[in-house]
C-alpha cells in the first residue's frame, strides 16, 4: 500500500505518534526513519498504514501562533501601541506574513496578546530564524517603549487593622 498510495518519500521529514524523523528507506514490509536523535527507527508498513502520518515534506507554510504577556502597569496608550510594533515587525521579514494581532485575554498575571503570522516556507530553520529575528526585535521595541514583559508573580495586600487589639 505505501508503495502505490506514496504518503511519503525518501527523504520526507514524518511523525508518526511520539516518533519522528528522515525517511532512509522503503521497503516492502517495512520502512526506516532516522530520527532526530541520530537512531533508526523501524516500522512495519502495516503498522504505517494504520497510523497518521504527518509529512512536513508536503508543508507548503509554517502556521506560527504564540503568546506575549505584559504587566497591568502597562498603559492604555501602550496596549494600543503593542499590535502596531509586532505589526511592523512581522511585516519587515521576509518569508513572513501577519495573520493578526490581538489583546486576547487578562491573565493571571499579565495581559496576554496573541500572535498569529505564517512562515511562507516548510524549512524548520527558517522559521526558527525568522522567530529568532522577531523576538529580538520585539524585545528591542519593548524596551526602547519602556513596555515590560510580564513573567509569574503574586502581588500581596497587607490591611493595617487599626483597632487596637
Not at 490581538?102 to 516556507?121: N, P, Q
Request: charged share 30%.
Amino acid at each position: 500500500v505505501i508503495f502505490f498510495d506514496r504518503p511519503f518519500e525518501i527523504g520526507d521529514f514524518i511523525v508518526v505518534d511520539d516518533k519522528k524523523g528522515n525517511v532512509e528507506h522503503i521497503g516492502i514490509k517495512t520502512t526506516r526513519l532516522k530520527s532526530l536523535t541520530g537512531e533508526q527507527l523501524v516500522f512495519s508498513n502495516s503498522d504505517l498504514t494504520n497510523s497518521r502520518i504527518h509529512n512536513f515534506k508536503r508543508m507548503e507554510h509554517r502556521r506560527i501562533a504564540f503568546n506575549l504577556g505584559v504587566v497591568y502597569e502597562t498603559t492604555s496608550d501602550q496596549l494600543k501601541e503593542i499590535p502596531v510594533i509586532i505589526k511592523n515587525i512581522i511585516d519587515d521579514q521576509e518569508d513572513a506574513t501577519l495573520d493578526r494581532v490581538h489583546f486576547l485575554a487578562y491573565g493571571d498575571y499579565s495581559l496576554k496578546f496573541e500572535i498569529i503570522y505564517f512562515v511562507e516556507s516548510s524549512d524548520y530553520n527558517r522559521y526558527a530564524d525568522i522567530q529568532q529575528l522577531i523576538n529580538l526585535k520585539i524585545f528591542e521595541n519593548y524596551k526602547e517603549k519602556n513596555i515590560r514583559f510580564a513573567y509569574p508573580s503574586q502581588t500581596l495586600f497587607i490591611a493595617k487593622d487599626s483597632a487596637p487589639a
